[in-house]
């Protein structure tokens, strides 16, 4: 029975490795090769199980003792977090504009250079009024060609003038105290809680929230026409600030 039993297991064993998708068991049993060259094969082989079943215990030993979990990360309760940088641009203001010109100009002056006066002080990009009035042949006699932060500045409200009714989480503050000058491609600005506004020894408002604080609240009232630019503490407004990094605040207009 043994004797009957062998050769027919050496011909299963034979035809399944002929027959095998295993990379080289074919090479096993070909009898064209040289005895050093199955030797190989055979090596190869029994390594690469050999591999496969250390891989595999490594495996079911990591999903037994180190499995990985899928939870909410909570921890940032634990951490301060930095309000952004809240940032008042003033974009209009008109009645200033009429009262800056009368002073320059009289009463009587041309009421298109009120238009060159809104331009260089709420610069956005254009100046047609300004390159019109001030350029070519037919040019206004009381146009100005220098010192235009001069200018600006006379028509541009001041802090005091722009922000009041600050609140920090329901917290009253001094305004002015905390928003600091900052100069933008947009004008005087006055920024809190930003690391470009004011001088490294002014002022500064605790604006962390964490766990216990809750989330940061900032509430101010503006008496101007302006952009409130919610910016990194790094960063400074631009002409190219994306439009979700701003609000417009115009009368009767109100964000929460």
């Known amino acids: 029975m043994n004797n009957r039993l062998c050769p027919l297991m050496s011909r299963v064993i034979e035809e399944y490795l002929k027959n095998s ?3 080289g068991a074919r090479f096993i049993v ?25 891989l595999i ?15 909410v990360e909570s921890s940032f309760r634990d951490w301060n ?6 940032i008042v641009c003033e974009s209009k203001n008109m009645d200033r504009i009429q ?3 009368e002073q320059l100009w009289g009463a009587d002056h041309d009421f298109t250079l009120e238009e060159v006066l809104s331009e260089i002080a709420f610069f956005r990009g ?14 206004t006699a009381s146009c100005f060609y220098s010192n ?14 722009s922000i009041s009714n600050c609140e920090w989480n329901n917290k009253p503050f001094e305004c002015c105290k905390y928003f600091h000058r900052m100069e933008t491609e947009l004008g005087i600005c006055y920024a809190i809680n930003s690391m470009q506004a004011g001088k490294h020894k002014m002022p500064k408002l605790n604006m962390y929230s964490n766990r216990n604080s809750g989330p940061g609240a900032l509430k101010m009232e503006l008496h101007t026409e302006a952009t409130v630019f919610i910016l990194g503490t790094e960063e ?21």
Not at 57 to 71: G, P
Not at 81 to 86: E, G, M, S
Request: proline share 4%; aromatic share 16%; net charge negative.
């Open 126 to 139: 254009e100046s047609y009024h300004t390159v019109h009035e001030c350029s070519g042949e037919e040019v």
């Open 81 to 86: 977090t930095n309000f952004p940088a809240i």
């Open 57 to 71: 215990k490594a495996s079911l030993s990591a999903f037994e003792n180190n499995a990985i979990s899928f939870v």
């Open 99 to 101: 009262e800056v010109a």
């Open 236 to 256: 400074v407004p631009t002409l190219v600030t994306p439009k979700t990094d701003f609000l417009v605040v115009g009368p009767y207009i109100s964000f929460v």
């Open 148 to 161: 235009f932060s001069y200018y600006a500045e006379l028509v541009r409200s001041s802090c005091l003038d």
């Open 21 to 23: 998708t295993l990379h």
């Open 30 to 54: 070909d009898k064209d090769a040289s005895w050093i060259e199955r030797m190989f094969w055979v090596i190869c082989l029994v390594a690469s199980w050999y591999a496969s079943w250390l």
